[in-house]
């Protein structure tokens, strides 16, 4: 009779199962029809924000998918980390099959969470609320003396003006955060997916050395970064 597993075998085990890296390589698997892309191209590209949800979609129903999944994207997508992570956990306890999928943007939530303020988010913030409490007719009046928008960055955490992932070019510091200067400082839940921070792995979209090893750090890759760049 095979003896019954110790406590600690089980624990060894199950600490194994979890450092199970994603494998990541240069080709994605398009959930739809099944076939296979490779990564950097305008179909990887085209295709991003479908494959994400096809995915998820496979998980949960319909409802769970349109009632938390979305709105916690939408929150996540408009900096509001503190109100996302609630919907993220929320779709996890529901089916937790889900966590590989969105764990990119609750680490990306946490790390902002856990960011102290500074004096000048702080004041930001100040300078939001006041705006928001004039009246309306002021607030079109003088739309021009509004605060610009700001998001905290998902690097960093701190307040940035708020930057279309899809505009500017990170190489030319067009898209960068004001404060640490990173690239694509606004969390998108299309780039910050598995596929679609792979995409900016493989692209070299970003000059930053710490979003290539913090990438190899959490995927297991092959090849690495540098094989398009060897191929052409
Ligand atoms: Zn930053």
Not at 26 to 42: A, M
């Amino acid at each position: 009779m095979m003896k019954s597993k110790t406590y600690s075998e089980k624990i060894k085990k199950l600490k194994k199962e979890v450092n199970i890296k994603i494998k990541i390589t240069h080709e994605f698997k398009d959930p739809g029809n099944g076939s296979i892309g490779t990564r950097t191209t305008s179909k990887d590209f085209e295709s991003l924000p479908r494959r994400i949800f096809i995915r998820i979609g496979k998980l949960i129903t319909r409802e769970d998918f349109e009632k938390i999944l979305l709105p916690g994207v939408n929150a996540y997508n408009y900096g509001k980390y503190e109100e996302a992570i609630k919907f993220f956990k929320d779709i996890i306890n529901i089916c937790p099959k889900v966590e590989e999928e969105i764990h990119p943007y609750i680490e990306i939530c946490n790390r902002v969470i856990a960011t102290k303020k500074n004096e000048e988010d702080i004041a930001y913030e100040e300078s939001v609320s006041k705006w928001l409490k004039k009246p309306i007719i002021i607030q079109k009046l003088f739309k021009g003396s509004a605060p610009i928008f700001k998001i905290r960055c998902k690097y960093c955490g701190h307040y940035t003006p708020c930057i279309d992932p899809m505009s500017g070019v990170a190489y030319l510091g067009l898209n960068n955060c004001e404060i640490c200067g990173r690239g694509y400082p606004v969390p998108d839940h299309a780039w910050d997916s598995i596929d679609g921070q792979a995409y900016i792995y493989y692209r070299h979209s970003v000059t930053e050395e710490e979003f290539y090893k913090e990438f190899e750090d959490k995927y297991e890759v092959n090849p690495d970064h540098t094989y398009f760049l060897k191929s052409k």
